[in-house]
């Protein structure tokens, strides 16, 4: 099956500090990557969907600025937290589509815990 | 606008069965499927349903209702590994996925 890999999976450090978070798509190309963050006890939330090559497309109420979103190729999507802050502590997923689509629309990496203290 | 429901939370005994109800409202429909969640972990695919009726995978079956805007989640011979949140989840007209609060399922011996 399609395997996504998410690095890092776990960052500590000090509020202000930028994070960046890579996804990787192993074995297919993805013509579309998704970030989601999700906290504590509560359903995923898409922050963003980014195309390869273009600009991604922020959900309401996300700040591009604070998230930067770059999909610069067909397999590698990266999400950076800018001067993190303890409120951006949290769990980040991306996950992947396919071109070929089928079946299982997005691809899961193992996800990233942000923790800003 | 676009809804899904589903309980919040169920418990259920080990080696028995339990039903997950799934409804939902969105604009168009391209599949249903149905991800299960441990605490702390990114979702992994269960099922998937764009017909209507019954899809069986081993102790997991899940089926749908276009019309009625309905799926459920089956498991059956529960073990206490199943415990986790199932998440339903509806592919809309613009091929977006649009997910439920999930359902976390508590398996007690």
């Known amino acids: 099956g399609a395997v996504v890999s998410q690095h890092p999976s776990r960052v500590i450090c000090k509020s202000g500090t930028s994070v960046k978070i890579e996804c990787r798509s192993l074995d297919f190309q993805a013509t579309t990557m998704f970030w989601y963050r999700q906290f504590p006890k509560k359903s995923l939330m898409l922050m963003a969907t980014?195309?390869?090559?273009?600009?991604?497309?922020?959900e309401q109420g996300v700040e591009k600025d604070k998230f930067l979103i770059n999909h610069a190729s067909l397999t590698l999507s990266t999400l950076t937290v800018t001067s993190a802050h303890p409120e951006d502590s949290s769990f980040y997923i991306c996950s992947a589509s396919s071109l070929d689509g089928g079946s299982e629309p997005q691809h899961f990496g193992d996800g990233t815990r942000l923790s800003i203290l | 606008g676009q809804n899904i429901d589903q309980p919040t939370e169920m418990t259920a005994t080990e080696g028995a069965i339990v039903q997950i109800n799934c409804t939902y409202q969105?604009?168009?429909?391209?599949?249903l499927f149905w991800y299960q969640q441990h605490a702390g972990e990114a979702p992994t695919f269960l099922s998937y349903n764009v017909l209507d009726g019954l899809e069986e995978k081993g102790r997991f079956s899940s089926f749908l209702s276009r019309s009625k805007g309905y799926s459920y989640l089956l498991l059956k011979e529960l073990q206490m590994k199943d415990s986790a949140s199932y998440l339903c989840?509806?592919?809309?007209?613009?091929?977006?996925?649009?997910w439920g609060a999930g359902t976390k399922l508590i398996i007690k011996p």
């Open positions: 969105t604009s168009g429909f391209n599949g």
């Open positions: 980014s195309n390869e090559g273009s600009k991604a497309t922020y």
């Open positions: 989840a509806v592919l809309d007209s613009n091929y977006q996925l649009i």
